[in-house]
């Protein structure tokens, strides 16, 4: 028999289950809280909710730990590339050598989408949010791939799930470029993950597209930082969407959807646009003193995260990240750089920051990156939604699986009026 806590409310009690995990916090099992006390648990924001369990990653916050199907998220980014980390996390373990080549092989041959795929873009305005796009055009892949939305078949659901890691970089490009006003460019089976993304948004029809191999493998390390993370927002969103049996790639327009919000997915887009807007190193002091300002809602976008009381540790890879593609274009005395460190700097050291335990998280440095990448800030989310793309499926897959899932449906703590009979129009004061 597990261990239990018990509850005391006035003269009642009652028995909750502890349930232990591999590593990291234990949990009160309350399911049976209501049926014998009548009583909820109140956590918006869900600061202390387990709300699944899962075996696919791990983040201990304290100590700024990541780990991917236990995989510590530096070894991965540096021993290892974004297909072989999309293989881990949908299939549980690092791939042979064989299974490797396969899926790469499955992958690569999912690239493409149907053609009238590209006529559904023009329903866009040209200077649409890219983000905008790919909602919709996540959303639309349900009404094109029939054949693998019947989520009861374990065949579907993989079929489902490499078209959703191999479409959205397309997708993303195809985005970029109706953004642009310049032609699709189709994807192509002899290039890598990273190098083919980047084909499909920089090259153009009228000269060949030559890639910078240190800027495809800044690429792809950028789409592993970003694969996975828990229970974050998004995720929670895809799992809940996919809880009501909705298909799979409504649920991932649910993500990308959610992603967006400048709190989380978001939030490089608007670390780039603070930096640009603080401009130089003397500025930082006023945009300091806003954020610990109460009556100014501002916040150092980049800076602080709901798990991590630590440094990030996908902050300190994307930094050094940052560092190696500003160095391969000649960049490294990028302003915005300059601004970015000295900010970091005087905010660690500030009795605010350190109180309230805020560090740079994977948002701070990727902006900076993306922008050297060439891409605008409007597109910096659209590619956190390609990579996140993966963890959102394997999440998915993961609930989809589990024996004892349900419809996810939260109660409440009512605070509005008691009941009350209805008044003619005529009789209202
Ligand atoms: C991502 O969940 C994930 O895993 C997300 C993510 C992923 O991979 O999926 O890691 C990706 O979303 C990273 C986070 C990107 N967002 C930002 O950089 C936006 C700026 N940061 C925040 O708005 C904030 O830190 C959150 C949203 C990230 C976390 O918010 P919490 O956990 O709800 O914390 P909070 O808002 O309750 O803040 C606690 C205190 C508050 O002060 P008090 O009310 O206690 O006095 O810290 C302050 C906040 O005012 N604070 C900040 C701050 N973040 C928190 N003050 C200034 N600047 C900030 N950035």
């Known amino acids: 028999m597990n261990q239990s806590a018990k509850l005391a409310l006035g003269d009642k009690s009652t028995e909750l289950e502890l349930r232990h995990g591999t590593i990291g916090p234990d949990v009160v099992d309350i399911a049976s809280l209501y049926k014998n006390t009548g009583l909820f648990t109140y956590d918006p924001g869900f600061t202390s909710t387990a709300s699944c369990e899962s075996k696919i990653t791990y983040i201990d916050g304290d100590e700024g730990v990541l780990l991917h199907r236990g995989y510590p998220i530096d070894q991965l980014a540096e021993r290892g590339d974004f297909l072989e980390t999309c293989y881990l996390l949908l299939y549980g373990e690092l791939p042979t050598a064989h299974e490797m080549t396969d899926f790469v092989y499955r992958v690569t041959r999912h690239t493409m989408v149907h053609e009238q ?3 559904f873009y023009t329903g866009f305005r040209r200077d649409a949010h890219p983000m905008a796009v790919m909602v919709g055009s996540v959303g639309a892949l349900s009404a094109f791939y029939h054949d693998s939305t019947d989520i009861a078949d374990p065949h579907q659901r993989m079929v489902a799930s490499i078209r959703m890691v191999a479409k959205t970089p397309t997708l993303a490009a195809m985005a970029y470029k109706y953004h642009i006003g310049q032609p699709f460019v189709y994807p192509r089976n002899d290039l890598s993950y990273a190098e083919n993304f980047l084909h499909m948004c920089f090259a153009v029809p009228c000269e060949p597209y030559h890639i910078n191999p240190v800027l495809a ?9 970003h694969a996975d993370h828990e229970q974050n927002a998004s995720t929670s969103t895809v799992r809940l969407a996919g809880s009501s049996g909705a298909n799979p790639f409504a649920c991932i327009a649910a993500g990308i959807a959610c992603l967006w919000g400048p ?15 603080i401009g130089t190193k003397d500025r930082i002091p006023e945009f300091i003193a806003r954020a610990k300002d109460k009556n ?5 976008m980049g800076f602080g995260h709901r798990v991590y009381k630590n440094y990030d540790p996908r902050a300190k890879i994307m930094q050094q990240t940052c560092h190696e593609v500003l160095d391969e ?4 005395d990028d302003p915005l750089l300059e601004v970015a460190m000295e900010l970091e700097h005087i905010a660690l050291n ?14 701070f440095y990727s902006g900076i990156t993306l922008k050297a990448l060439g ?8 590619l956190f939604a390609v990579a996140r793309t993966v963890g959102w499926i394997a999440q998915w897959k993961e609930m989809i699986e589990d024996p004892h899932q349900r419809i996810g449906r939260p ?3 009512y605070t509005g009026a008691p009941q009350r009979d209805y008044v003619a129009v005529g009789e209202r004061g």
């Open 217 to 225: 493998k800044a690429m792809d390390r950028i789409f592993i930082l």
């Open 350 to 363: 500030d009795p605010y920051f350190i109180e309230k335990k805020l560090y740079p998280n994977v948002d």
């Open 117 to 119: 795929m590209s006529r």
């Open 329 to 332: 274009l000649g960049l490294k």
């Open 296 to 300: 100014d809602p501002f916040r150092l």
């Open 411 to 413: 109660r409440q703590l």
């Open 263 to 277: 709190a989380h997915g978001g939030a490089n887009e608007a670390a780039l646009n603070m930096l640009t807007e």
């Open 375 to 382: 891409f605008p800030t409007t597109m910096f989310t659209v």
